[in-house]
């Protein structure tokens, strides 16, 4: 096993323990977060890398929120590292983290 296997290996129990020490923290943030339409709504459209207009699309579209309460939360869920955030040419793409 080269050095890359073995630290992502530990990165992966380390993760691993964090989330068994706090599933109950983690379940009851999951539960607040999916009682928001909005939010169900997002991470729906984010099950896989979306653009911001496609998750706008679902989101706004779907008149589960406004277009600055959609802005707001995607920045707070990223904040979080619930959400994935990247550059994706002049255009940002989220992805889900699967955290909650």
Excluded: C, P
């Amino acid at each position: 096993m080269d050095a890359n296997e073995n630290t992502s290996r530990t990165l992966t129990q380390i993760s691993a323990v964090l989330q068994i020490a706090h599933r109950d923290e983690i379940d009851a943030l999951h539960d607040a977060l999916l009682k928001d339409e909005a939010n169900k709504a997002i991470f729906k459209a984010t099950a896989s890398w979306a653009k911001t207009a496609e998750i706008e699309k679902a989101v706004v579209g779907g008149k589960t929120a406004s277009r600055a309460t959609l802005y707001r939360r995607l920045d707070d869920l990223a904040d979080r590292a619930l959400l994935e955030r990247r550059k994706a040419g002049n255009t940002t793409e989220y992805r889900n983290s699967g955290l909650v």
